[in-house]
Nanobody
Framework: VQLVESGGGLVQPGGSLRLSCAAS????????MSWYLQAPGKERELVAA????????NYADSVKGRFTISRDNARNTLYLQMDSLKPEDTAVYFC?????????WGQGTQVTVSS
């Protein structure tokens, strides 16, 4: 299993970013996927999750109405559209899959929201 995130960077408050996660090594279209964040000095926490078909999605309360998770099963890619970004969204963002009894993580992509 390989998960490779991209799209992070420095953005001003109120701005937007789109994260991508390229997946390989498993049948992407058969598995639910999720995005997590880890802020400095804090534990990793769930941001959003999407089932294999994309028909069911869940968000952390802190990002509801601002972030949108989506997937392209033809491209084996997971996305996170992040709008109305706030300084408290600053963190490393990881995509993840629970596959055959193990949770796999990408290397993460840094998102910094600052003026």
């Amino acid at each position: 299993v390989q998960l490779v995130e991209s799209g992070g960077g420095l953005v001003q408050p109120g701005g937007s970013l789109r994260l991508s996660c390229a997946a390989s090594g498993f049948t992407f279209s058969s598995y639910g996927m999720s995005w997590y964040l880890q802020a400095p000095g804090k534990e990793r926490e769930l941001v959003a999750a999407i089932i294999h078909t994309g028909a069911s999605i869940n968000y952390a309360d802190s990002v509801k109405g601002r972030f949108t998770i989506s997937r392209d099963n033809a491209r084996n890619t997971l996305y996170l559209q992040m709008d109305s970004l706030k300084p408290e969204d600053t963190a490393v963002y990881f995509c993840s899959v629970y596959y055959q009894g193990n949770r796999y993580w990408g290397q993460g992509t840094q998102v910094t929201v600052s003026s």
